[in-house]
């Protein structure tokens, strides 16, 4: 691989969304900010990021919905979603995250489930391999550097080989992806998983790191929720002073996507991150990154960087540089010599959709996972995915009232979500009236209109017949 050259300087940033777009405009001292890939559509930009844009602010697509972690090879037309948002963002980078996001399919011969959220990825030999796999395909599809994500997990995987540094920098130095870090998530993993945060620092190739995330969330019976809708604590503002003593970071950005505060206190947030950022550059310790850092985590998780073979059976449970800008173009893993075989794949599909399954289809938990967690996470994926419904189909908690979400949890406990928060919303009213609810009857007819007018390919009024069944349709229209 070429020698990895350093990305332009970020400076401080926020998460943009819709809901504080004017605040973010007239926070004085942003130098970029990052937006959810997904939300964006590269052929209708937000004023607000269009205006940010005029000003020099740079903008970053940030994807969640890849699944680089997932055992099946990246969706060609979702990698071209990430590119033509970074092109029309003028992006210098598109970050995702270590996750999946999905299972089930072909490699397994079940349905396709989806989570709804970011889920960890065992930390083995497999793993590693399928990811490392994963992200040069994304690599070599995108027209600028990656940066991947570490994610915050309420659950361990059995079997794990690795630490999450020694994961990193194994990843790292067979891809040279970049890194996004999050130091509110290794927060969360030291709550939730007992994991040492300046231990994965000494380990992770800090060099690599392309900008940093910082959020707040909230410990309930003993569990943290990484929930990006509460301050910032200080224990997550020590592991960026942390972080920051050992290099400084090309960028540094606060998320929140939740509970929006008033203008003033995200202001005074972004001051806090300043204020550790300045303290810790101070310590003049900085210059140990490239060095002593990166030669510590070389000595622990260098072994791993070559190691052959295939996962023991506890494991069961890139814009490569089209300009100098990246570490080199790497072949298409598929083509090249070291692709992944299919079964590493298989025996990695087969697991992650044992753990899905048993969390959004209440099948069986797999052997060594710990069953209290599990119902956490659980419950968590549930609660998420009703606030995401309720969002892409604001009409219905409108219409279903206080009724909205325990009626959702209900529905949830039984239809795992297959295709998508648009389809889970139709398929939740779909089932709500085929039961014959809810028992107001005028409520139940606005939410019968609202289903017809929203299940075929176009509006009711301009087709001439609806997409679903005609049996189910008559079911609905006689409630």
């Keep these: 691989m070429k020698p990895r050259q350093q990305l332009r300087r970020l400076g401080t940033g926020i ?12 926070m004085p001292g942003i130098d970029w900010v990052e937006a959810v890939a997904e939300n964006v559509c590269p052929g209708h930009l937000p004023e607000s990021l269009l205006r940010l844009r005029e000003r020099g602010v740079t903008v970053v697509p940030h994807g969640v919905s890849l699944g680089l972690g997932g055992a099946d090879r990246p969706d060609a037309s979702r990698l071209t979603a ?9 992006s210098p980078l598109v970050t995702e995250h270590i996750a999946f996001v999905r299972a089930g399919g072909p490699l397994t011969a079940s349905p396709l489930l989806e989570a709804g959220h970011l889920l960890p990825v065992p930390r083995t030999r497999d793993a590693l391999d399928v990811l490392c796999e994963n992200i040069r395909i994304a690599q070599d599809a995108l027209p600028v550097p990656l940066a991947v994500e570490n994610i915050a997990a309420l659950i361990n995987w059995p079997g794990e080989e690795m630490t999450e540094g020694q994961f990193l920098y194994d990843l790292v130095d067979r891809t040279g992806v970049r890194l996004l870090i999050d130091v509110a998530n290794l927060h969360t993993n030291h709550v939730n998983r007992g994991e040492d945060p300046a231990k994965a620092l000494d380990e992770l190739p800090v060099e690599a790191i392309a900008y940093v995330h910082v959020a707040g969330g909230f410990e309930r019976d003993g569990v943290w929720h990484d929930s990006h809708a509460h301050p910032v604590p200080q224990p997550v503002l020590d592991i960026l002073s942390d972080l920051a003593s050992r290099v400084s970071p090309p960028g540094v950005l606060l998320e929140r996507d939740e509970n929006f505060p008033e203008p003033g206190e995200l202001q005074r947030e972004l001051e806090a991150i300043r204020e550790t950022l300045e303290k810790a550059a101070t310590t003049g310790e900085g210059s140990r990154a490239a060095t002593g850092t990166a030669t510590n985590a070389s000595a622990d998780a260098g072994a791993h960087a070559d190691a052959g073979g295939e996962a023991e059976a506890g494991s069961e449970a890139g814009a490569g540089a089209r300009d100098g800008d990246e570490a080199g173009a790497p072949a298409r893993a598929e083509a090249g010599p070291g692709a992944v075989t299919a079964a590493p ?9 044992a753990l899905l399954s048993a969390l959004v289809a ?17 419950r968590a994926l549930a609660a998420k995915r009703a606030d995401v419904v309720a969002k892409v189909a604001p009409e219905l908690p409108g219409i279903l009232g206080e ?3 325990p ?20 398929d939740f009213a779909e089932q709500l009236l085929l039961a014959g609810q809810p028992e107001d009857a005028e409520t139940r007819r606005r939410l019968r209109e609202w289903w017809l007018e929203r299940s075929g390919p176009a509006p009711l009024s301009r087709r001439p017949t609806a997409r679903l069944a005609r049996a189910t349709r008559r079911v609905l229209l006689r409630r």
């Design 403 to 405: 009724g909205y979400r």
């Design 345 to 353: 794949r298989q025996r990695l599909a087969l697991a992650q959709t």
């Design 362 to 378: 209440g099948t069986p938990v797999p052997e060594g996972f710990d069953r209290v967690r599990l119902g956490v996470q659980a």
């Design 407 to 426: 009626a959702f949890l209900t529905y949830a406990q039984g239809h795992p979500m297959t295709g998508g928060y648009r389809r889970d919303a139709l």
């Design 15 to 26: 998460g943009w969304r819709p809901e504080i777009a004017e605040a973010v405009e007239r």
């Design 82 to 90: 990430l590119a033509e948002r970074a092109e029309a963002l003028g």
